[in-house]
């Protein structure tokens, strides 16, 4: 279903990103943020992040981990500050598709 919503040709998407919009998938656990999110940055030609991947990368541990390390409220923390900072990287400079996990709380974490 997702293909035909976003990915035709005949509907006008590809117009969405050009002035440098960004982009933010939303959804639980194994439900395909980040196939979706890929492919609708490669149809777009713009860039892709995945947000358990970025922190992964910048803390060197995975969501997991960190939760079993740490707890999850740090995780949650960790999460919030890393989505904030994707998106003010992705403002005014580049049009992004982001892939969010649906964390409790974590857009009313961002509007506080």
Known sequence: ??????????????????????????????????????ELARR?????VDLDSWITERERRSPTEIIEQDGETAFRRIETEALLEVLREAFGSSATVVAVGAAPGLFRRIGN
Not at 4 to 9: K, N
Not at 12 to 35: A, D, E, P, R, Y
Not at 44 to 48: S, T
């Open 1 to 38: 279903m997702w293909r035909s919503l976003f990915l035709s040709s005949s509907n006008g998407w590809s117009q969405l990103l050009k002035g440098k919009h960004t982009i933010v998938i939303v959804g639980f656990m194994g439900s395909g943020k980040t196939t979706v999110g890929n």
């Open 44 to 48: 777009l030609a713009c860039r892709a």
